[in-house]
């Protein structure tokens, strides 16, 4: 009887064991683990390895060995070890072209590479690679997968697969991406109500590197057909897909003007005059660009001056298209809606103590593009004009404008003071100095005392000819 007993237990804690296990490795040839491969139908798991590697040994002792790993990959696979620098591995490792340890391959029963890993991952790394070739394995493995890519497939189920399984550096997968975009019915580019569809197409945007004519041109004609047609765009929608190629524009943009591409950059302007008005997050107008979300949000007059401005790009259009500019801005009169929002704000006799650091802050940078381009294309448009009366007014009165618009960006009102007082109006630069400075002085915000003596040097500066 308890010999019987013995034996249960004896049982009970090998069935444990080897319940308990990792990843089971064959001790066979690579030719035999290749027949048991095509006979048990399983994918064959290669490690090649040498016995100086560290990352090999760690691997071995750290994600090989544990129970789950094991539990979810013998069931899956056939796998063997294979010492590059010995034996039949040496011809192997030729075979494959392994030149980096450890390297590991899944392969059909023939011997051709599914998938392959190259380097040290821990558990959770190493069973994302077990859901990714289970998931390749649908389609063939990952080379077949790319074979089917490059032959040009449209089939959007393929694609995302394919973009999923690619890694986040992998140069493919901006492309992949592209081509998803560009083989999704229109039905599902403007599904509003579906989620996931929202996040895909917003994640897919976001990795695109390069401005596809055919993508981004047929969404803002088919956009604007359907914007015209009365279709309302969600709040979500208009985040996650719109507003998402926008801050792409807007990346396009930046690049095609500081890396000069005119070509490009006509094509992203003529893009821009394509994009529709819709209900959320659509323009900014030129009086409200801030840093972050950029000039993929502003007019197309806009763009061809900031373009004409950073490249010294023909002076003179660039004069005769300012002067119309900046009347038509100066005469919205929503330009001055933010200056009278804060004034209301910080006149506000409720306000508690704290207010005005969580105001500064909000304010500090609102539309810091736009009045910062108008100082610089102002200066500009001094350097490229003749010295007459009439040219120093429009200077002055540009300057002017864009200091008082927000009065909490310090260091453009000392520029703009300065550019105002070269002019030859040195009473107009000190009243712009003035006020900001009472609206400092007004404020309990914690850079007071520094922000307010700035002023006061440039103020002392014009007044004693300095600048």
Not at 108 to 123: D, L, Q
Not at 224 to 230: L, S, T, W
Not at 235 to 240: P, R
Request: charged share 25%; proline share 3%; aromatic share 12%.
């Amino acid at each position: 009887m308890k010999k019987i007993f013995f034996l249960f237990v004896l049982i009970f804690v090998m069935t444990g064991t080897l319940c308990a296990q990792g990843i089971s490795f064959e001790h066979v040839t690579f030719s035999e683990a290749l027949a048991k491969s095509k006979k048990d139908n399983k994918l064959l798991f290669v490690d090649f390895y040498t016995d100086w590697c560290v990352p090999c040994k760690k691997m071995t002792a750290e994600t090989f060995s544990l129970p789950s790993v094991g539990s979810i990959f013998n069931d899956r696979f056939i796998a063997i070890k294979v010492d590059a620098e010995k034996g039949e591995g040496i011809e192997l490792a030729k075979k494959y072209k392994v030149n980096a340890f450890p390297t590991m391959f899944w392969m059909n029963s023939e011997g051709k590479i599914v998938y392959t890993v190259v380097g040290y991952r821990n558990e959770p790394d190493f069973l994302k690679e077990i859901e990714r070739i289970n998931k390749s394995a649908e389609f063939g493995g990952l080379e077949a997968m790319t074979q089917q890519f490059r032959n040009g497939s449209n089939d959007p189920v393929f694609l995302l697969n394919f973009y999923k399984l690619l890694a986040e550096k992998d140069p493919m997968r901006p492309k992949v991406a592209l081509q998803y975009l560009n083989s999704l019915p229109d039905d599902q580019l403007f599904d509003q109500d579906n989620e996931m569809t929202i996040g895909i197409i917003g994640d897919m945007i976001d990795v695109v590197n390069m401005f596809d004519k055919r993508f981004f041109y047929h969404y803002a004609e088919e956009l604007k057909k359907r914007v015209d047609a009365g279709m309302k765009i969600s709040k979500s929608y208009s985040l996650g897909v719109a507003f998402t190629i926008q801050l792409k524009i807007r990346d396009f943009l930046n690049a095609a003007i500081s890396k000069p591409n005119k070509q490009l950059f006509d094509d992203l302007v003529a893009y821009q005059e394509k994009w529709p008005n819709h209900s959320y997050k659509n323009r900014d107008g030129d009086t409200n660009l801030q840093t972050g979300r950029g000039i993929g949000f502003a007019s197309s007059d806009f763009l061809k001056l900031q373009y004409m401005f950073v490249n010294d790009d023909n002076p003179n259009l660039f004069k005769q298209m300012l002067v119309p500019y900046m009347t038509n801005l100066m005469q919205d009169s929503s330009a001055y809606s933010a200056n009278k929002r804060l004034n209301n704000l910080l006149n506000r006799p409720d306000r508690k103590k704290g207010f005005n650091d969580m105001l500064y802050m909000l304010f500090k940078g609102y539309k810091d593009i736009s009045m910062n381009n108008i100082i610089n294309w102002t200066d500009y448009f001094w350097k490229n004009s003749p010295s007459d009366k009439r040219t120093r007014e429009q200077v002055s009165t540009w300057a002017f404008f864009a200091g008082e618009f927000n009065p909490l960006q310090s260091g453009l009102v000392i520029e703009a003071a300065i550019l105002i007082n070269r002019t030859g109006d040195k009473n107009k630069a000190l009243a712009l100095l003035d006020k900001t400075i009472t609206l400092h002085n007004k404020m309990a915000i914690k850079n007071k005392d520094r922000i307010v003596k700035n002023l006061e040097n440039a103020k002392r500066d014009i007044i004693n000819k300095k600048v």
